[in-house]
């Protein structure tokens, strides 16, 4: 499933016993299959497997299901739907109860039987605390094969999850409601009864009656349709061998292009009447990703067909549904004329995303969502890679680094967790779909693969994949296929990667002029803190510049600190050289004076990215003054790289959430310094033969300029190309249209809030829309910020937007204590209205109040109410805070000074 938060998902000769034993049809499975695909693991069918479990939130493993016969009815009208499913099941030892998960449901009756037996009808009852149907016969059922048979009823739900509710209005201005599904992770269970966790797999052939004038599009091809007193019956063909959360169905009146294949595949992009023109990037990128993950995983795509679907109502990105790909709007549909670099990155990205998930997530799923990342980092791995094959001059890798920051800035917590780490309750598993799960997860991959080799790297997924093909795995399964092929202890340099918090801090000081001193340490945000014992084996790449030359060492360092020997005439070196590895480096002096009288332009992108990046961060850890840091930012006037430049402005922003209004035209006079010999070299228009990344810098810097910068000429000129943009779009570079809505945002009256609220109305894209959309979360004015956070609760913004937009106003510095007090007020409501997703993210704005006040304010209302978010992200977000106001009491008295150009 993909912020996040995703995604973000066979040999001829055995085909035959490999598809009558997942029950799955030959015509639907690939020419290829493996010899252990959907093989039971023998300890499945021991005695120890049929105890029943005490855990309230896991289920018994002495009844297991194969098949479900799911017939559904939604009525979109009501806003209700009635169902029954039969479930083919195995029980593997005499018992008189069954447990499976319901929520939010109506079961009506429940019976079981099988040949030449009298079927025995169950008590039901529910247990809404965990999540369960526990079902109890009036007499033991003996071991055996059964068919479980349950009627129920279900509220498509206004939650944007399990099966629930999205509208739309029409080109004639009616309201439309498309039905959708959200089962991930655990929300399968409110829409029908099941064994809703990963590694109960089985086959599912899905019926849906509907509306005659409705569609309706499963994960697999259909098999049926006809028509019965007035409804249409869409029968559809049996899937693969899957986990529950990845079923899908949407119903409503949606239109899909006309398919694309992929080798055998049938591909399609499916929306809401009138947005047809906007899915040719998404069906490009779709079909190329395809293609491209069919040859790298070197096995066919295991579905029948591949439809990818945007909802309007969408809690996450995109949802890797088997076959029936599901997307908010934003992240599949797009106009390629007018979107930004920014907003096409975007949609390649999910769409590639989520075609890795094919493989890594459905094909082959985590055992236990302990084992998240093993979907999502691949996935975000993969998307990378897919991308980069697709648009090479977009260097994906390098642009990748700035994801990679987000995820050192969480993992610098001491609160922070492991990737992998133990999960109980469902709530636990929703808040692993952060930066840790996906961008730390993929980072340190693509350590491993630059550590191995791309090629081995390869051929260790192709084995893990054909090993554990529509079955279940485990981090250590993949670190034996890894291994096996790569011939060295990849759990012995990875565990300590996956199953132990935090990076390390790779310091490096020369001894002498022959000898470099390299030693590691976790990097933490709080220096006061206990040193901490922990050890990583980090691959460690080091660029030596000697004389006119290079030259290269690579070693693993293993140990608290090595002594490298260096040759003579070293002028300058790098550490972490090619930018890949996950760790942040000090170049102590006169290591970094080296790098700077030597020319940063030697430096690769990446690498400058990871300087400023690593400088930045050991600033706010205490660990390098801030008077240098800024000194260090004024060697970068001349830099045109649009990553570097990111960590830039991230750093002034920060700066700026600190400041008190009396030293802000210190830091405006500051942004000026830094931002405008850039502008004035890089000019208002595109150049010919300007790559996209240049020009997507010229906006975020023009943006930067503008706002952060406050600078007079600049907002002039934001208007007047704004009002020429209105008049004829294509006289302005797409790229810097964000620039000046948010720079008019910035100085906004009421006229101009309006203008935007009607632009946001009538957007003809899903990215204009969002565009105006959190521009109104921009303005500063108070009054019309209340107008924005009111109508995050009234319905005038979708519940999918709405959190974001909170969380927006709380990282407004002129509007973060209005949005407080607001957050304050609302809360309940808000606890109702939102996604829990949503909430969790919107929360997540707390972190811009960085004042002491609003911190004890913030600490006291969330233990006052006793809130809860899932894991460890509250603790999280209080640590944030408090990293920033700590850096606010330490550095404010003098920061003013040290602003000064």
């Given at each position: 499933?993909?912020?996040?938060?995703?995604?973000?998902?066979?040999?001829?000769?055995?085909?035959?016993?490999?598809?009558?034993?997942?029950?799955?049809?030959?015509?639907?499975?690939?020419?290829?299959?493996?010899?252990?695909?959907?093989?039971?693991?023998?300890?499945?069918?021991?005695?120890?497997?049929?105890?029943?479990?005490?855990?309230?939130?896991?289920?018994?493993?002495?009844?297991?299901?194969?098949?479900?016969?799911?017939?559904?009815?939604?009525?979109?009208?009501?806003?209700?739907?009635?169902?029954?499913?039969?479930?083919?099941?195995?029980?593997?030892?005499?018992?008189?109860t069954i447990l499976l998960n319901a929520l939010d449901l109506a079961i009506s009756s429940a019976t079981i039987d099988r040949p030449n037996t009298q079927p025995l009808t169950a008590t039901v009852e529910m247990e809404a605390a965990t999540q369960r149907c526990r079902l109890s016969f009036p007499q033991p059922i003996a071991p055996g094969g059964w068919r479980l048979h349950l009627t129920f009823a279900g509220i498509l739900n206004d939650k944007l999850r399990g099966f629930y509710r999205s509208t739309y209005t029409d080109l004639a201005g009616a309201t439309q409601t498309i039905a959708a599904t959200q089962f991930e992770a655990t929300d399968a269970r409110r829409a029908f009864p099941c064994w809703d966790e990963p590694d109960f797999k089985a086959v599912f052939a899905t019926t849906l009656v509907i509306d005659r004038a409705l569609t309706a599009v499963s994960n697999t091809r259909i098999a049926s349709e006809s028509v019965e007193g007035g409804k249409k019956t869409v029968r559809f063909e049996d899937t693969m061998k899957m986990s529950t959360y990845l079923v899908a169905f949407i119903v409503g009146r949606i239109e899909s292009t006309a398919p694309v294949f992929v080798g055998p595949t049938p591909l399609r992009l499916w929306a809401v009447p009138g947005k047809h023109a906007l899915t040719r990037f998404g069906l490009d990128i779709a079909a190329a990703s395809l293609k491209f993950f069919e040859d790298y995983y070197g096995i066919p795509y295991p579905g029948d067909k591949l439809d990818l679907l945007a909802i309007p109502d969408f809690a996450s990105g995109a949802m890797e549904n088997l076959g029936a790909i599901t997307f908010r709007e934003t992240a599949l549909l797009v106009d390629e004329r007018t979107g930004t670099h920014g907003e096409l990155e975007r949609v390649a990205d999910v769409v590639a995303h989520e075609n890795a998930h094919m493989w890594f997530g459905d094909l082959v799923t985590m055992s236990w969502w302990n084992g998240l990342w093993l979907n999502e980092a691949f996935a975000t791995f993969m998307e990378m890679l897919a991308v980069d094959a697709w648009k090479p001059e977009w260097k994906r890798w390098e642009t990748f680094a700035v994801s990679r920051a987000a995820a050192f800035s969480l993992d610098g917590l001491h609160s922070t967790r492991p990737i992998e780490y133990?999960?109980?309750?469902?709530?636990?598993?929703?808040?692993?779909?952060?930066?840790?799960?996906?961008?730390?997860?993929?980072?340190?991959?693509?350590?491993?693969?630059?550590?191995?080799?791309?090629?081995?790297?390869?051929?260790?997924?192709?084995?893990?994949?054909?090993?554990?093909?529509?079955?279940?795995?485990?981090?250590?399964?993949?670190?034996?296929?890894?291994?096996?092929?790569?011939?060295?202890?990849?759990?012995?340099?990875?565990?300590?990667?996956?199953?132990?918090?935090?990076?390390?801090?790779?310091?490096?000081?020369?001894?002498?002029?022959?000898?470099?001193?390299?030693?590691?340490?976790?990097?933490?945000?709080?220096?006061?803190?206990?040193?901490?014992?922990?050890?990583?084996?980090?691959?460690?790449?080091?660029?030596?510049?000697?004389?006119?030359?290079?030259?290269?060492?690579?070693?693993?360092?293993?140990?608290?600190?090595?002594?490298?020997?260096?040759?003579?005439?070293?002028?300058?070196?790098?550490?972490?050289?090619?930018?890949?590895?996950?760790?942040?480096?000090?170049?102590?002096?006169?290591?970094?004076?080296?790098?700077?009288?030597?020319?940063?332009?030697?430096?690769?992108?990446?690498?400058?990215?990871?300087?400023?990046?690593?400088?930045?961060?050991?600033?706010?850890?205490?660990?390098?003054?801030?008077?240098?840091?800024?000194?260090?930012?004024?060697?970068?006037?001349?830099?045109?790289?649009?990553?570097?430049?990111?960590?830039?402005?991230?750093?002034?922003?920060?700066?700026?959430?600190?400041?008190?209004?009396?030293?802000?035209?210190?830091?405006?006079?500051?942004?000026?310094?830094?931002?405008?010999?850039?502008?004035?070299?890089?000019?208002?228009?595109?150049?010919?033969?300007?790559?996209?990344?240049?020009?997507?810098?010229?906006?975020?810097?023009?943006?930067?300029?503008?706002?952060?910068?406050?600078?007079?000429?600049?907002?002039?000129?934001a208007v007047d190309r704004y009002r020429r943009y209105r008049t004829d779009p294509a006289s302005v570079d797409p790229n810097v249209i964000p620039a000046f809505v948010k720079i008019l945002a910035y100085l906004g009256d009421a006229a101009r809030y309006e203008e935007f609220s009607?632009?946001?109305?009538?957007?003809?894209?899903?990215?204009?829309?969002?565009?105006?959309?959190?521009?109104?979360?921009?303005?500063?004015?108070?009054?019309?910020?209340?107008?924005?956070?009111?109508?995050?609760?009234?319905?005038?913004?979708?519940?999918?937007?709405?959190?974001?937009?909170?969380?927006?106003?709380?990282?407004?510095?002129?509007?973060?204590?209005?949005?407080?007090?607001?957050?304050?007020?609302?809360?309940?409501?808000?606890?109702?209205?939102?996604?829990?997703?949503?909430?969790?993210?919107?929360?997540?704005?707390?972190v811009a109040l960085a004042t002491p006040a609003l911190e004890r304010d913030v600490r006291e209302f969330f233990a006052s109410r006793h809130i809860d978010l899932g894991g460890k992200t509250l603790e999280q977000y209080l640590e944030h805070l408090r990293v920033t106001v700590a850096f606010r009491e330490r550095e404010l008295p003098t920061l003013k000074d040290r602003l000064k150009v």
């Open positions: 499933m993909s912020g996040p938060v995703g995604r973000r998902r066979l040999l001829r000769c055995l085909a035959q016993w490999a598809c009558a034993f997942l029950a799955v049809p030959l015509a639907q499975r690939p020419t290829s299959i493996l010899a252990a695909a959907g093989r039971p693991k023998e300890e499945d069918m021991t005695s120890e497997s049929a105890i029943p479990t005490i855990d309230p939130y896991r289920l018994p493993r002495h009844v297991v299901p194969h098949r479900y016969e799911l017939r559904l009815e939604p009525d979109l009208a009501s806003a209700r739907f009635s169902g029954l499913v039969t479930i083919s099941l195995t029980v593997h030892q005499v018992t008189d133990p999960v109980r309750a469902p709530k636990d598993a929703e808040a692993m779909f952060d930066v840790l799960t996906y961008e730390k997860g993929a980072s340190v991959l693509r350590m491993l693969e630059q550590h191995i080799g791309p090629a081995v790297f390869r051929d260790g997924v192709r084995e893990y994949l054909r090993t554990h093909a529509y079955g279940n795995a485990d981090t250590k399964d993949l670190w034996i296929a890894l291994g096996s092929v790569a011939r060295q202890p990849v759990p012995e340099l990875m565990n300590g990667w996956i199953f132990q918090p935090g990076f390390p801090l790779v310091t490096a000081e020369l001894q002498s002029e022959r000898e470099l001193r390299l030693s590691q340490q976790r990097f933490t945000y709080v220096t006061q803190e206990p040193a901490s014992e922990q050890l990583w084996h980090i691959p460690i790449q080091i660029r030596l510049s000697i004389g006119g030359r290079e030259d290269y060492r690579r070693l693993l360092l293993t140990e608290r600190d090595v002594t490298v020997a260096l040759p003579a005439g070293v002028t300058a070196l790098f550490v972490n050289a090619g930018g890949q590895g996950f760790y942040r480096v000090r170049h102590r002096a006169p290591l970094l004076r080296q790098l700077i009288d030597g020319g940063l332009a030697r430096l690769a992108p990446i690498e400058r990215f990871n300087l400023v990046s690593d400088a930045w961060a050991t600033t706010v850890a205490g660990l390098m003054p801030l008077a240098e840091y800024l000194h260090l930012t004024a060697q970068f006037k001349e830099e045109r790289d649009k990553n570097v430049w990111t960590v830039l402005l991230d750093s002034f922003s920060f700066l700026n959430r600190i400041i008190t209004p009396a030293e802000r035209p210190a830091l405006e006079a500051f942004v000026r310094d830094r931002v405008e010999p850039a502008v004035k070299d890089l000019g208002w228009d595109p150049r010919p033969g300007e790559s996209d990344l240049t020009r997507q810098l010229r906006g975020e810097l023009l943006g930067a300029l503008g706002k952060l910068g406050n600078d007079p000429a600049t907002q002039r000129q009607q632009h946001y109305k009538t957007a003809a894209t899903p990215q204009e829309e969002r565009r105006y959309l959190f521009s109104l979360a921009s303005f500063r004015d108070p009054a019309l910020l209340s107008r924005t956070l009111s109508r995050t609760i009234n319905g005038e913004i979708r519940t999918q937007d709405a959190p974001f937009i909170v969380s927006a106003v709380l990282g407004n510095v002129y509007g973060r204590e209005l949005a407080w007090t607001f957050v304050k007020t609302n809360w309940d409501q808000m606890d109702r209205l939102f996604p829990k997703q949503g909430l969790r993210r919107m929360c997540g704005g707390i």
